[in-house]
């Protein structure tokens, strides 16, 4: 009988690959079949160990076992196309066959095996988190915040593994050392220059697979294009407890203001969403959302997912390092004593930017004295129009200041320059620049619908309904002219009873975790 592993690679496997195959097959027969029994299948070679565990899948009839089974395999978490295809083989075929039909169906995928070398853990008793994004890249607005701050919380409280996606995106692997001090100690790594960085990959590094079975498994991310169809594949089939952050459905639900293209990409990550356990969102506007999604999904027959509502933290964002992060100095115009109103956050059709230039310019016409400073990165096909009026705004001696990869300090030094904030988006998740901005004591003018109300309900703003540009240009001139309505909002910031990410992070652990937790299967 020829080598089972010979048809998933064209050519002869080195002796390194198919030693790995053995350990990795060994390990997933320590938990399907038995113990005792794998010494003796492994020394007959990994044709007969894989075979044994193929006959004892088909018999078994077994999701988890098939889908922990095809991790062994191809050192590769399978897609919902590659699981269909190798259970309907088995389904089919005669016990001597079912190997074949197994690697058939493997080998029909197309998909490229290029871990092939790699070992795997299993674990069974401990939450896996995915932590792709925060552990490969600096980044940190937004989603990586909200994962940053909650899982250098979690490190140390709870017992956890994280993971991020191995090469070629084939599946969860364990973190180096650096990657998972990005994750769980941000503060130090951002303050560290990056000539005393250690080197990525460290020097020997040989990442094993985590291979999560009969636990939890957590995504506190937006999983990206590559990883849809194996984490769905592995909340359909896998039988782990699948729990995620719900951020928003702003590309669905808003696909009118989001660039070409995102929405159908997001429609395929909810193909995760559909067949998690239970989603935590940031807010109660969009645990609705989500909610409604979870009850339109229900109609394929597919069980209904819960939905909690875990509102994130209201609290000032911290400082970075200047000499790890060096900004260009703030482009001030106008005079620098002009009062500051501030808008932070990605300029796209959403966030209303170009409304707040357009109030900000009725209210230059009337010859109220401010500056406008917008903070945040954007693409191209909105940011031009935001560029153009911008520099439209500049020539007509206004003061405009565009500041994009602004650091931490230079964020947190706005906030406290900032007269007010603006931030009247049409649809958000949460509305993190409103928080900050009251956190620092600074009204807001936002948004009175959705989860930016949310949060101006507790005090420190003013509402307005961002398509309505009269409003807009009302509301800041009120807080621009009148000195008492500004004091009081100010006051009622001060006052705003705190919510910090130690509440967060306590919260979705009690909200997420620990009903997962009781409910494994």
Known sequence: ?????????????????????????????????????????????????????????????????????????????????????????????SPEFALSAVLESVQQSFHPLECLDYDLDIVVDVPVVDVDFCAKYNHNTGIQRVVRETLSRWNGAHELVLACWSAGDNGLRQLSTVERSRVVDWDAWKQTPESARPAEPPPGFRPRLVVPYGTIVLLPEVARDGYWSALSALARFSGNRVGMIGYDTIPIASADLIADGESEKFAKYLSIVKNADRIAAISASAAGEFRGFARAASAQGIPETEVVSVPLAVQTPARGSESAHRSAPIPRTGRPSSKLVLMVGNQEARKNNLAVLFAAESLWREGIDFRVRMIGGGKSAYTRFVDSEVKRLKSAGHGVELLRGASDDVLVDSYAEAYCTVFPSTHEGFGLPVAESLAMGVPSITTGYGSTLEIAVGGGCLTVDPRDDRQLIDALRTILTEPGVRERLAGEAEARPPRDWNDYAADLWRDLVEPLERDKR
């Open 1 to 93: 009988m020829p080598s089972s592993y010979d048809t998933l690679r064209p050519q002869p496997p080195s002796a390194q690959t198919t030693a790995a195959l053995g350990r990795r097959l060994a390990s997933a027969a320590r938990v399907l079949i038995d113990a005792d029994a794998v010494g003796q299948l492994s020394a007959r070679g990994n044709g007969a160990l894989a075979d044994a565990l193929a006959r004892h899948i088909q018999r078994s009839k077994s999701d988890r076992q098939l889908w922990l089974f095809l991790v062994a395999l191809t050192a590769s978490f399978p897609d919902v196309d590659v699981f269909l295809e190798a259970r309907r083989a088995l389904g089919v075929s």
